[in-house]
């Protein structure tokens, strides 16, 4: 944190300017502005599509991304609304052919953990190019994975549950290494919570926490919706293809 480069989300902010620190960066705008347009062409539904692109949009442009430059626990909860939330929506409005539901929680499975192990962590916050590859490589894959998981739900269920019951474990793992850590993760932290009154530590048993409740939260909802769908029929048999939804 003593080098001239400014990470994309800015640098850490006190609570005291943290409603003030929402982003407006012309890439980023270009980059929201072209994911809608793609929405817009190619969604199969476009209320789960608008959803999608509006809950990216809050994640980047809020004073969510600044606060995640100063608490893990608020990455981790960006990361949980960006694959567990937003991907599943993108999942439904344009799914992604090509991938078994193993193979694509197997990617996802070791992207998260990558991702928020420190030595990849730490280079997101020394690079914008590193940074964009987190997260793009992250929703990319959770949209593979949730595409895999609606186009198997019918025919596959047995491998959907598998898929399932690997992503929820080895996001328990992770959270449990967390939760239970001696000393903190990421050198970045050590400073940046202190504004918030809490301890590196704190804030990184806390990111463990979030992971393992409402990620668990999360995956239960994911599973209810997709048993839902095998109740009302096939996803790509509800007839509301190419349609407003």
């Known amino acids: 944190m003593m080098d001239t480069y400014v990470p994309f989300c800015g640098t850490p902010p006190i609570p005291a300017e943290f409603w003030t ?50 608490l893990f626990s608020a990455r981790v909860a960006q990361h949980l609304l960006l694959t567990l939330v937003a991907a599943p929506l993108l999942a439904r409005a344009m799914p992604l052919r090509g991938a ?3 193979p694509a929680a197997s990617l996802f499975g070791v992207l998260f953990w990558l991702w928020h192990a420190p030595p990849p962590y730490a280079a997101t916050l020394a690079s914008d190019a590193v940074y964009w590859l987190m997260h793009l490589s992250l929703v990319g894959a959770a949209w593979l994975m949730w595409s895999a998981i609606l186009a198997a739900i019918a025919a596959r269920p047995h491998a959907v549950a598998l898929g399932l019951a690997l992503t929820a474990a080895q996001m328990s793992l992770l959270s449990a290494l967390l939760v239970f850590a001696q000393s903190p993760w ?60």
């Open 21 to 70: 620190r929402w982003l407006f960066d012309p890439v980023l705008i270009a980059g929201l502005a072209a994911l809608g347009a793609l929405l817009a062409w190619r969604a199969d539904s476009r209320r789960h599509a608008l959803a999608a692109w509006g809950l990216v949009t809050l994640l980047f442009v809020s004073p969510i991304c600044a606060a995640s430059m100063a």
């Open 100 to 102: 078994g539901v193993l």
């Open 186 to 245: 990421h050198a970045w932290h050590l400073l940046t919570t202190l504004p918030y009154g809490i301890s590196p530590m704190a804030d990184q048993h806390l990111a463990g926490a979030i992971m393992w409740v409402t990620g668990g939260a999360l995956m239960l909802c994911a599973v209810a919706a997709l048993v839902r769908l095998v109740f009302r029929g096939q996803p790509g048999e509800e007839g509301d293809a190419r349609t407003p939804g």
